[in-house]
């Protein structure tokens, strides 16, 4: 079971606690955690199902290769970081 | 007579109520958050804040509390792109569009014999619409599949959008909306039909051969008299527009001082003749000439112009007026506007004199008047 964790800036919008899902890749560990927190989805995701622009998904403190299509493989034991990158937050 | 304002800024929604004394600051929500555009939905007393939180997406939050309190709703969202489609690079842009929400720019209220009709105007340019208050949205397809859209260029911003959604009271079938940059789109049908109108609109910076072409205007802000809905009036890019025959046709309006340049537009509910503009530096530098705000009216259908400046700042004031940041109450006595630079003014007397409610509020970027 890969865990998934998430930055603390995100949790005054929709809460996103720390969860532990199956999944071999990105997409799915992030689809299994996304169905039982439907909300959190749309913060991480765009409609097309990629990565928000200015957000970034590290796997055991890799970042993230495949923004779009989410193929990146996850091991049972990985842990998932979702946090917004420095860009995006206009003053 | 509406006694309450909303202020949407990039740091949070602002709610200015008449007391007996003066218009105050009565609350401030959202604080810290980008508030782009809100709406009062006069059908209902709904409101509407579009909130962009840069990292998160864009968000959209409705009060029917009179904005005691806040729920997250449902915010627009783009189709997936048909299998193998390829969309064409926008005009003038080097990038292809992208079927993804960039921002809410447009809010309006179907008519009264449409409950919970909502329409939303986005960035990269599609239109929405919400028959149960927001709680979901469809993208009109006739419109996003409509073979000149992808005609539509860019604008400050990088992708083209719908900011300005005008129901015609008569007909709530009959919609006109303007887009940055792609003319005036005009539906009879509820939007099941669009049909390109703009004749008559001069783009200055084109070549010559694609200066009246309706789809290359940059409509800035496009509003209807409420009273009669055949007159139009549109701040363009580079210039000032106005329309009797109900969008069709244009007559650009020329030679008014200090500039033809500007963001905002308001006519007045009741009288078709009369119409405020916030004038601006063109285009390259985008501030009020020689640092005065100033406002310009007109009481005769564009012939003249009276230069306002009665409580607005007449020496270094660097202030920017977006093109939601003018309103107009009901009565056409009462206006608000607000600056990139937080400064509120408002009128009771239809221009003629401001108050200045606040210089310390965050970059303005929507004002609206609550209306019963």
């Known amino acids: 079971m890969a865990t998934i964790r998430f930055t603390r800036n995100i949790q005054r919008h929709v809460e996103c606690p720390t969860r532990e ?17 439907e909300k959190a989805r749309g913060y991480v995701l765009d409609e097309q199902g990629r990565i928000r622009p200015h957000m970034v998904v590290f796997i055991d403190g890799e970042l993230n290769d495949d923004r779009e299509r989410l193929t990146d493989p996850v091991k049972p034991d990985s842990v998932i970081d979702v946090i917004q990158a420095l860009s995006g937050g206009k003053v | 007579m509406s006694d309450r304002v909303y202020v949407a800024t990039r740091k ?5 109520d008449r007391t007996p004394s003066k218009w105050t600051i009565s609350r401030a929500t959202f604080v810290g958050d980008n508030v782009t555009l809100m709406m009062h939905d006069p059908r209902n007393g709904n409101l509407f804040a579009a909130l962009n939180h840069g990292h998160f997406g864009i968000k959209v939050h409705r009060s029917t509390d009179h904005g005691e309190t806040w729920q997250e709703i449902a915010a ?15 005009p003038f842009f080097n990038k292809t569009l992208d079927w993804a929400l960039k921002l809410i720019w447009g809010f309006a209220p179907g008519g009264a014999d449409q409950p919970g009709l909502i329409w939303a105007g986005t960035m990269p340019g599609g239109l929405f619409k919400s028959e149960n208050n927001g709680d979901s949205w469809e993208l009109n397809r006739p419109l996003w599949d409509h073979p ?21 009271p008569r007909d709530s079938r009959h919609v006109n909306v303007g887009v940055s940059t792609g003319g005036v789109w005009i539906t009879h049908d509820a939007g ?7 004749k008559g609109m001069r783009a200055e910076y084109a070549p010559e051969e694609h200066q009246f072409d309706p789809i290359g205007q940059d409509v800035h802000c496009l509003v209807q008299c409420a009273a009669n809905p055949e007159v139009l009036w549109v701040q363009h890019h580079n210039g000032m527009f106005r ?11 020329k030679d008014v001082k200090p500039s033809v340049f500007g963001f905002p ?3 007045h509910p009741k009288d078709p003749e009369t119409a405020w503009f916030v004038p601006a530096f063109k285009d390259e530098k985008r501030c009020p000439l020689d640092g005065r705000v100033v406002v310009n009216r007109t009481r005769d259908g564009g012939k003249t112009f009276e230069t306002l400046r009665r409580g607005l ?27 990139t630079t937080g400064s509120l003014w408002i009128t009771e007397d239809g221009g003629d004199s401001w108050q200045s409610i606040s210089s310390n509020l965050p970059p303005i970027y929507a004002v609206r008047f609550a209306r019963s």
């Not at chain 2, 000149?148 to 900011?163: L, M, T, V």
Request: hydrophobic letters at 35%; proline letters at 9%; aromatic letters at 12%.
């Open chain 1, 21 to 37: 899902f199956p999944g071999t890749t990105l997409r799915a560990v992030l689809d299994a955690y996304f169905r039982e927190n």
């Open chain 2, 12 to 16: 949070g929604l602002f709610t200015v």
């Open chain 2, 76 to 90: 627009p969202q783009y189709p997936p792109m048909p299998e193998g489609y390829v969309p064409k690079p926008i």
């Open chain 2, 148 to 168: 000149r859209r992808e005609e539509w260029g860019p604008n400050g911003a990088e992708w083209p959008g719908i900011h300005s959604i005008c129901v015609d």
């Open chain 2, 192 to 198: 099941e039909s669009w049909n390109l109108g703009g």
């Open chain 2, 243 to 253: 329309s009797t025959d109900g969008a069709a046709s244009w007559t650009e309006i």
């Open chain 2, 265 to 267: 537009v308001a006519v």
């Open chain 2, 313 to 339: 700042p007449q020496e270094h004031a660097y202030d920017l007026v977006y093109r939601h940041g003018l309103d107009i109450d009901e009565t056409g006595d009462r206006l608000a506007f607000g600056s």
